[in-house]
């Protein structure tokens, strides 16, 4: 069965503890790989497309990465405004979008 | 400013009634899309369209309907028939179908009374 798989399912972190959050996918034929943050309420934001393993991209503290079968969202010195829900998205050949259930990060003071 | 507008932000629905939820984009996007959100759930597809007068059943299409009349918009009714309706709807578009990145609107929130 096609799946993504988010993992921690929640993580607590304090102010400037960095960390990795990671998304495996047992979907074959990678289109893209996308990243999205979601706050409480409110509907997913866009973050990043990764097309290829050993692709990476950047923004503000936020870097995600991309191999075969995994991707790792990894977030260096976290503030408070960093905690939302953070959505792994696997776009593949068939051109269906599987979602994962998503990794919860609260960031305290 | 371009993006995704979803009306009302809130809906309250009695038992045995239809109700419309509106999406609309100024995006100049093709393809549209509705999902649901259940808690502990990844989203699950409900209908999509890649072009106007046009439109496919997701995963979970009993009990909901569509049109997309014009490209702006993509008009979800929820029907007495969906058993189950109380859940966040959200709308996203993209330049093409498939696996083009998507873009969301702030949802709905549907509550069954």
């Known amino acids: 069965e096609d799946q993504v798989t988010q993992s921690p399912e929640a993580l607590r972190l304090q102010e400037g503890e960095s960390s990795s959050l990671n998304c495996s996918y047992t979907?074959?034929?990678?289109?893209?790989l996308f990243w999205y943050r979601q706050d409480p309420g409110k509907g997913p934001e866009f973050l990043f497309t990764l097309y290829s393993a050993g692709e990476e991209k950047e923004k503000e503290r936020l870097k995600a990465t991309l191999t075969k079968k995994e991707s790792f969202l990894h977030i260096t010195a976290p503030k408070p405004e960093d905690s939302a829900t953070y959505l792994c998205v696997h776009g593949g050949a068939t051109n269906k979008l599987i979602f994962g259930t998503g990794t919860l990060l609260a960031v305290q003071p | 400013d371009g993006g995704i507008t979803q009306s009302p932000k809130y809906l309250f629905r009695k038992e045995g009634q239809n109700v419309t939820l509106s999406c609309e984009q100024n995006?100049?996007?093709?393809?549209m899309y509705w999902y649901r959100q259940d808690p502990g759930q990844g989203l699950r597809l409900i209908y999509y369209?890649?072009?106007?007068?046009?439109?496919q059943k997701g995963d979970i299409a009993e009990g909901y309907s569509v049109s997309r009349e014009k490209k702006e918009s993509f008009p979800l009714t929820v029907t007495s028939a969906q058993k189950n309706p109380t859940a966040f709807y959200l709308c996203?578009?993209?330049?093409?179908?498939?696996?083009?990145?998507?873009?969301f609107g702030p949802g709905t929130r549907l509550t069954v009374l």
């Open positions: 369209s890649q072009i106007v007068n046009d439109f």
């Open positions: 995006l100049n996007h093709d393809a």
């Open positions: 979907v074959s034929g990678l289109r893209g």
């Open positions: 996203a578009s993209s330049g093409g179908g498939g696996a083009d990145t998507q873009y």
